[in-house]
């Protein structure tokens, strides 16, 4: 499966993105789906994930109450509503499938995605 990630940018603290993950290749939908960022000098790190049926719903506490993850079945797409950004958010985001073959209930570990997209930058000015 072909991942692209997309609609970073550049935006004022306080304001709100959505980004999108297009699937292509294998049908999107049989794969949990994650975010992850990296920021400048730290590591990447989940921050969102959602399961096949989008059901269950992962989120680091960072970002808990103010991102969503939804996603379209139907489109291959998954989305992450970025609200009351703040200059801490500032990072690589990427999207990526989570392993098949999993229950259509489960959020995989973050060691376990193994579908990556090329990733979309976010810049939050204070």
């Known amino acids: 499966v072909q991942l692209q990630a997309s609609g970073g940018g550049v935006v004022q603290a306080g304001e709100s993105l959505r980004l999108s993950c297009a699937a292509s290749?294998?049908?999107?939908?049989?794969?949990?789906m994650g975010w992850f960022r990296q920021a400048p000098g730290k590591e990447r790190a989940m921050i969102a994930a959602i399961s096949q049926r989008a059901d269950k719903k992962y989120y680091a506490d960072s970002v808990r109450g103010r991102f969503t993850i939804s996603r379209d079945n139907s489109k291959n797409t998954v989305y992450l509503r970025m609200n009351s950004l703040e200059p801490e958010d500032t990072a690589i985001y990427y999207c990526?499938?989570?392993?098949?073959?999993?229950?259509?209930?489960?959020?995989?570990?973050?060691?376990?995605?193994?579908?990556w997209g090329q990733g979309t930058l976010v810049t939050v000015s204070s």
């Open positions: 290749g294998r049908t999107g939908s049989s794969f949990a």
């Open positions: 990526a499938a989570g392993p098949l073959g999993t229950s259509v209930h489960y959020i995989p570990h973050e060691h376990e995605y193994e579908y």
